[in-house]
């Protein structure tokens, strides 16, 4: 008990840290989303032409995406369903900074009737990481 108290704040970053590393996934397990890594996620773009779609807000998106990614911040989303009618039934791989978002994002579209929904896990940091270009334009 006394090593806990002397060391709260060290106790309390690694619960932090835990939970930040779990959160992404937990998010798209309750969203009902299919969680992809990047390899898997080139493998969709490129084979069966999956749309991207960013749900970042505009600077996020403006600092660096995926090439030709749609972009539709989380918080519009439900208002531009519409424009997405077309890839009910195509696959869209949604991403965001770190995968909650997008995770988020996945939950709506499936709730819409979109079925081949997937989110890019670990978001477009992974992407990066991976050394995937992205673009300004």
């Known amino acids: 008990m006394a090593f806990m108290q002397q060391n709260i704040w060290l106790i309390l970053t690694v619960l932090t840290s835990g939970l930040m590393l779990v959160f992404p ?5 309750m969203g009902g989303a299919n969680g992809l890594d990047v390899p898997d996620a080139v493998k969709l773009i490129n084979h069966e032409n999956a749309l991207v779609l960013d749900v970042r807000e505009n600077s996020e998106f403006a600092s ?10 989380l918080g519009q989303l439900k208002n531009s369903l519409d424009t997405l009618e077309k890839y009910k039934d195509q696959p869209i791989v949604v991403n965001c900074k770190s ?5 988020m994002a996945c939950g709506v579209l ?6 081949k929904v997937y989110n890019l896990n670990g978001g477009i ?5 991976a050394q995937m270009p992205t673009t300004l334009k």
């Not at 996934?25 to 397990?29: C, E, H, I, Q, R």
């Not at 940091?125 to 990481?129: E, H, N, P, V, Y």
């Open 125 to 129: 940091t992974a992407w990066q990481r």
């Open 64 to 73: 660096g995406h995926i090439a030709n990614a749609r972009h539709i911040p």
């Open 99 to 103: 995968g909650a978002r997008s995770a």
């Open 110 to 115: 499936r709730k819409q009737g979109f079925t």
């Open 25 to 29: 996934n937990l998010f798209s397990k």
